[in-house]
Structures are given as C-alpha cells and as structure tokens.
C-alpha cells in the first residue's frame, strides 16, 4: 500500500527557504503513469496547487509561485522535494504531497498526512 | 488559469437527506474534473476522478456527473461520517485550480 510522509522545516524566517521532503514507501517513484506533486492550504482557507514532476525529471509549477519554486525528484532514495524560496507570511499553510495518476484524468489519489509549515521571524 | 466556482460555500443537511455541489469550470475542461473530501486536520481523499468515475473504496452513494462545463457532486443519502468539506478541482490545464469549497454541516 503506498504512503507518503512529508518532512521538514516546521518553521521558516521571511525571506528564506523552505524546504520539504515527501518519503514515497510501498510501490516506486520511477513507476511509469504517475507524478508526484505538492499542494498547500493556508490556515482556513482551501487548497492551492504548487506544482508536480514526473520520474523523468519533467516538472510543472502553478504561474503564481514559478519564480519561487523547485520541485525535484530523487530517485536513489524514492522520494520528491519542495524548495520555496524568498518565502513570506502568505506561505504559511499546511503542506501535502500526494500522487498524481495520469490514467484518472490527473486526480490525486494517496496524500501524505500533511506537514504544517509556518514563516515568522 | 481556469476558475472553478463552487457552490454553495456552505450547506446544511441531515442524515439520509440527498445533497448536490455544483462546480462550473470558466472553460471547457472536458471530463478533467475530481472530487475530494476534507475532514478537519486531514488530507484531503479522493471521490471522483474524471468527473464521473467512482474511486475504489469509496461509497455508492457518492457519484459525479458533468453537463458542458457544469459538473456535479451527489450523496444521495447522507452519513454521519459524510459531513466534511468537500472540493473539486480541475486538471485540464495548469495550474490544477480547485473550487472554493463547500462545507458539509449537520442540520
């Protein structure tokens, strides 16, 4: 059964980067048909997609944070990355991996239980 | 980027009631449209996938149907563990915009 496990800075100073790690364990990040992607929801409000990449290394970013974000895939260690730089409070939110599977039209269908990452100096 | 509009933001119902979300797309997305369900301090769990498709595990009572660029949530008979905030989004274009959410309240 896949699970994802997201890690890392719980807490971030304005104007740095955030940095976060989602652990892929049960079935490979290299299985073709899937991509691997980060969406954030700030407190009480809904949910924002960040952008997704592919096993190849392909990867896809919302416009509104482009200039800002890297997403990447590591594939010795079966798990994607998420760094957002120059981050501001508007960052603040809790942070979700999740798969992507082409063949259901790009839904997402396992998450990672969500990590909460807060910008405050 | 597309605009997903949902509605309503919020809702009242009871159990055993039949409740209906509504999503528009502001362009024709064909059938790239998901459901998701959110319980508070959880992941979000997918319902549907391609506006109609029923994820496995996932009751009978939840189904999706689509009409243009109008697309539709349906519980025909409410549970209590169904009361939840629930979310479309679509996956036709980047960004994947999702809908601003319905909240699922018990009456």
């Known amino acids: 059964q896949l699970q994802l496990q997201e890690s890392g800075s719980g807490l971030v100073k304005p104007s740095q980067t955030l940095s976060l790690t989602c652990a892929v364990s049960?079935?490979?990040?290299?299985?073709?048909?899937?991509?691997w992607s980060w969406i954030r929801q700030p407190p009480g409000k809904g949910l924002e997609w960040i952008g997704n990449?592919?096993?190849?290394?392909?990867?896809y970013y919302n416009p509104s944070l482009q200039s800002r974000v890297t997403i990447s895939v590591d594939r010795s260690k079966n798990q994607f990355s998420l760094k957002l730089s120059s981050v501001t409070a508007a960052d603040t939110a809790v942070y979700y991996c999740?798969?992507?599977?082409?063949?259901?039209?790009?839904?997402?269908?396992?998450w990672g239980q969500g990590t909460t990452v807060t910008v405050s100096s | 980027d597309i605009q997903m509009t949902q509605s309503p933001s919020s809702l009242s119902a009871s159990v055993g009631d039949r409740v209906t979300i509504t999503c528009r797309a502001s362009q024709s997305i064909s059938s790239y449209l998901s459901w998701y369900q959110q319980k508070p301090g959880k992941a979000p769990k997918l319902l549907i996938y391609?506006?109609?498709s029923l994820q496995s595990g996932v009751p009978s009572r939840f189904s999706g149907s689509e009409s243009g660029t109008d697309f539709t949530l349906t519980i025909s008979s409410l549970q209590p563990e169904d009361f939840a905030t629930y979310y479309c989004q679509q996956s036709y274009s980047t960004p994947g915009t999702f809908g601003q959410g319905t909240k699922l309240e018990i009456k």
């Open positions: 990449i592919y096993h190849s290394g392909s990867a």
């Open positions: 391609a506006a109609s």
């Open positions: 049960g079935g490979s990040i290299s299985s073709g048909g899937y991509s």
């Open positions: 999740a798969r992507t599977v082409v063949s259901y039209y790009y839904a997402m269908d396992v």
